[in-house]
């Protein structure tokens, strides 16, 4: 059973960065392709960005792309999501997800994940 631990989630100032992690235990990432969401008070949660097994394919949501980079190191079984230029319409919790499919590509499809960690909190002020 693998476990995710999302980190780096605070309160920043619009235009803002914050850099978040997710720390995979109980087995490895490497041949998964990652995910990030998030969801906002009433709302539905989003697709943020995801990157395949190797980090040779990335996708994001076209409301961050340009300011958020996602990007993984299998050796440190951790995945990351760089946030720069950040906005209040930003502001979520946030969640890092596994895929469900061995050697994945990346993918925007919420179905195809399958661990998910608890979320972290990011906070925006205008």
């Known amino acids: 059973q693998v476990q995710l631990v999302e980190s780096g989630g605070a309160w920043v100032q619009a235009g803002g960065s914050l850099r978040l992690s997710c720390a995979a235990s109980g087995g490895t990432i490497s041949t998964y392709a990652m995910g990030w969401f998030r969801q906002a008070p009433g709302k539905e949660r989003e697709f943020v960005g995801s990157?395949?097994?190797?980090?040779?394919?990335?996708q994001y949501a076209d409301s961050v792309k340009g300011r958020f980079t996602i990007s993984r190191d299998n050796a440190k079984n951790t995945a990351y999501l760089q946030m720069n230029s950040l906005k209040p319409e930003d502001a979520a919790v946030y969640f890092c997800?596994?895929?469900?499919?061995?050697?994945?590509?990346?993918?925007?499809?919420?179905?195809?994940?399958?661990?998910w960690g608890q979320g972290t909190q990011v906070t925006v002020s205008s």
């Open positions: 990157i395949s097994y190797n980090g040779d394919m990335r």
């Open positions: 997800a596994l895929g469900s499919v061995p050697w994945g590509l990346s993918t925007s499809h919420i179905n195809q994940y399958k661990y």
